[in-house]
């Protein structure tokens, strides 16, 4: 059981629009920032989003995240083929004093 | 381009030791503001982050996993390794070597290796 909850699945068409929903408490989402992470099978994971709604160079700006309270969410706008893959939310924890992910969401592009 | 990979058994018995190596390239593990993280993954599970050493040694551990961690850096060959106790069935799972690296007010882990499955298993 992960700290953060998140959908196992997510799905899409390609050009439609999709949220993943990350759900948390009090000593992690509401109180610390939240990042987000895609991996492509086979691949390394790598940074999509930091700071609940920022993305790092090189990160089309059809990725973007947003924070309220307990809940984070991460939208895919314009969804093409390649975005197939998983996606993890992480916040840091202050019980655990470091960083708890979310299970990861399987996002499908039909 | 910062690279990380990981290398180390992959078939361990229950009550051994793992050990795994991250082998960084494109980067120093000597250089100031990064830490050193594991990170693993469970079959059918999400990630835990396992523990850090950063460029001075300095070290922070998950406290679940805290009593049976062992993780050093070696400056001269650019790595640093990990070390986890007494395994059991529940170590089961792909390792992740990662940098830590602190962007705005977030800590995050900005590059990864590919990750190497362990399995404990007699």
């Known amino acids: 059981q992960s700290v953060l909850t998140q959908p196992p699945s997510a799905s899409g068409t390609p050009g439609q629009r999709v949220t993943i929903s990350c759900s948390g408490s009090?000593?992690?989402?509401?109180?610390?920032?939240v990042d987000w992470y895609q991996r492509v099978p086979g691949t390394a994971p790598k940074l999509l989003i930091y700071n609940d709604n920022q993305r790092p160079s090189g990160v089309p700006n059809r990725f973007s995240g947003s924070k309220s309270g307990t809940s984070a969410s991460l939208a895919i706008s314009g969804l093409q083929s390649e975005d197939e893959a998983d996606y993890y939310c992480a916040a840091r924890d202050a019980s655990l004093n470091g960083p708890v992910f979310g299970g990861g969401t399987k996002l499908t592009v039909l | 381009q910062l690279q990380l990979q990981e290398s180390g058994s992959g078939l361990v018995k229950p009550s051994q030791t793992l050990s795994l190596t991250c082998a960084v390239s494109?980067?120093?593990?000597?250089?100031?503001?990064?830490?050193w993280n594991w990170i693993r993954q469970p079959p059918g599970k999400g990630l835990e982050w396992i523990v850090y050493?950063?460029?001075?040694?300095?070290?922070s551990y998950n406290p679940s996993l805290r009593s049976r961690i062992s993780i050093s850096l070696d400056r001269s060959k650019n790595q640093f390794s990990l070390q986890l106790s007494s395994v059991t069935a529940a170590d089961t799972a792909v390792y992740y070597c990662?940098?830590?690296?602190?962007?705005?007010?977030?800590?995050?882990?900005?590059?990864w290796g590919q990750g190497t499955m362990v399995t404990v298993s007699s």
């Open positions: 990662a940098r830590g690296a602190a962007i705005g007010t977030s800590d995050v882990f900005d590059f």
């Open positions: 494109g980067g120093s593990v000597k250089s100031a503001g990064y830490s």
């Open positions: 050493i950063s460029h001075t040694g300095s070290t």
């Open positions: 009090s000593s992690n989402i509401e109180t610390n920032t």
